[in-house]
């Protein structure tokens, strides 16, 4: 067996199932002149214009696409995956936990066998290849390229099994808030643990993930942390917010235990008399009786498609994020980069420096996320200081920044781990 040191410029193969973070990943290697190859299970190459002029449906199946990226660099599955994520779409809500991990490792398996076949098509170069995957989506491909000596990386997007257990905990202090009770079955967790076992490294988004993994065995010298980023050049306003008026605290992400919307209800309960109102914007995940019985200062917007974000943020003086439990939540850097102050627990991405671009509150605690809301609604100097200083602190979290972040940690940890290539290789 032979070692061989890593180059300098590698080339990244990025598998992707859904547009997360609006493709940020493969974004971020293109802009650096590293990608090799995009996988994507649905990429909208024509009829997006028209559409967009359709329900909500057929427009967010618009937004599965991004001009920046050349078509020559993507690969996808077309019809197969566009009526498989349909009919999921569709579904979600209503299946059972069971049925649901079902549906993931199915699809995951559909995705990364694709992936698979077509890899096994290419010369791929231990030396210079580098493979990028999510979680639950990838282990198929990553087989395959463990044969080829190829560094893999899998992106593991939320802090796994510790967060189901936070969430079950919420559902038994929450009677009758969910839709459906209960946990994700073994096979779930098992694919997940081949896929880190497999992979070279784990990244997670934040040390809140980290720590979860570890937990979970994942051993801590294969975890990076790298924070999610977004495409600033597409996202970001230049002027702090207006800070007059009715002070407008938007929510924006799925309504659901685990982002802590119990919490946000509360504290609008206690707010009633003040001149606050509260926009939230998301797919619902709570019964329709518990939404019925919402306070009149909040306001229910609905699910909101890619294309609606940049409107639904200009609406708002601040943005709230009680969550129990993210990964990241990417919505920190969204709201910020429109100049709106955040207000977030310890347990997601460590995005907000409190007291400077935003608040941190502890997290289940109703109380003190009123206490801040009502502080900045008080104060509409520090609301529009902390809005400038939202402005500067979303200018760390660019896509190319993200990018060599990565490069850089797998370029350490190859070498303190050099890669052993058969002799042919040499």
């Given at each position: 067996m032979t070692t061989f040191p890593l180059h300098k410029e590698g080339r990244w193969i990025v598998a992707q199932e859904g547009s997360r973070q609006s493709y940020a990943v493969?974004?971020?290697?293109?802009?650096?002149?590293?990608?090799?190859?995009?996988?994507?299970?649905?990429?909208?190459?024509?009829?997006?214009?028209?559409?967009?002029?359709?329900?909500?449906?057929t427009r967010a199946l618009a937004t599965r696409f991004h001009p920046e990226i050349p078509p020559d660099l993507v690969v996808s599955f077309g019809r197969a995956a566009i009526l498989t994520r349909a009919l999921d779409h569709f579904r979600r809500e209503r299946l059972s936990p069971t049925r649901l991990a079902e549906v993931y490792n199915q699809f995951g398996r559909w995705f990364a066998s694709r992936v698979r076949g077509h890899l096994e098509s290419l010369e791929l170069d231990p030396e210079r290849d580098f493979f990028f995957g999510f979680n639950t989506n990838c282990l198929e491909a990553l087989e395959l390229l463990k044969e080829r000596k190829i560094f893999t990386v899998v992106d593991?997007?939320?802090?796994?099994?510790?967060?189901?257990?936070m969430v079950l905990?919420?559902?038994?202090?929450?009677?009758?808030?969910?839709?459906?009770?209960?946990?994700?079955?073994?096979?779930?967790?098992?694919?997940?643990?081949?896929?880190?076992?497999?992979?070279?490294?784990?990244?997670?988004?934040?040390?809140?993930?980290?720590?979860?993994?570890?937990?979970?065995?994942?051993?801590?010298?294969?975890?990076?942390?790298?924070?999610?980023?977004?495409?600033?050049?597409?996202?970001?306003?230049?002027?702090?917010?207006?800070?007059?008026?009715?002070?407008?605290?938007?929510?924006?992400?799925?309504?659901i235990l685990r982002k802590g919307i119990q919490y946000l209800i509360e504290a609008a309960r206690r707010l009633q008399t003040q001149k606050i109102e509260f926009l939230l914007a998301g797919s619902l995940g709570i019964s329709e009786e518990i939404v019925r019985g919402f306070p009149s200062n909040i306001k229910v917007l609905g699910r909101i498609t890619r294309d609606q974000l940049s409107r639904v943020y200009k609406q708002a003086h601040l943005f709230v994020l009680p969550t129990i439990s993210d990964g990241f939540a990417i919505t920190q850097l969204e709201a910020m980069a429109h100049g709106l102050p955040v207000?977030?627990?310890?347990?997601?991405?460590?995005?907000?420096?409190?007291?400077?671009?935003?608040?941190?509150?502890?997290?289940?605690?109703?109380?003190?996320?009123?206490?801040?809301?009502?502080?900045?609604?008080?104060?509409?100097?520090?609301?529009?200081?902390?809005?400038?200083n939202a402005l500067r602190t979303v200018a760390r979290y660019d896509l190319p920044s993200n990018a060599r972040m990565i490069q850089e940690l797998i370029l350490s940890h190859r070498r303190q781990h050099p890669v052993q290539l058969p002799l042919a290789y040499a």
């Open positions: 493969p974004l971020a290697f293109h802009r650096l002149h590293s990608l090799r190859l995009f996988y994507v299970d649905i990429w909208c190459r024509r009829g997006r214009s028209l559409l967009r002029k359709g329900p909500k449906g593991q997007v939320d802090p796994g099994k510790v967060e189901e257990d905990e919420e559902a038994e202090r929450w009677p009758g808030w969910t839709r459906v009770d209960g946990r994700l079955p073994q096979s779930y967790w098992d694919r997940l643990k081949t896929e880190w076992d497999l992979a070279d490294l784990v990244l997670v988004n934040s040390d809140w993930s980290a720590q979860a993994l570890i937990r979970q065995g994942v051993a801590p010298g294969k975890i990076v942390v790298v924070p999610l980023a977004i495409d600033l050049d597409a996202n970001h306003v230049l002027e702090p917010i207006n800070p007059e008026g009715t002070l407008k605290v938007i929510w924006l992400g799925s309504i207000i977030a627990t310890p347990n997601c991405g460590q995005v907000v420096t409190d007291g400077v671009d935003g608040l941190i509150v502890p997290v289940r605690d109703s109380a003190a996320l009123a206490d801040a809301i009502v502080r900045l609604e008080s104060n509409r100097g520090l609301l529009r200081e902390m809005s400038s």
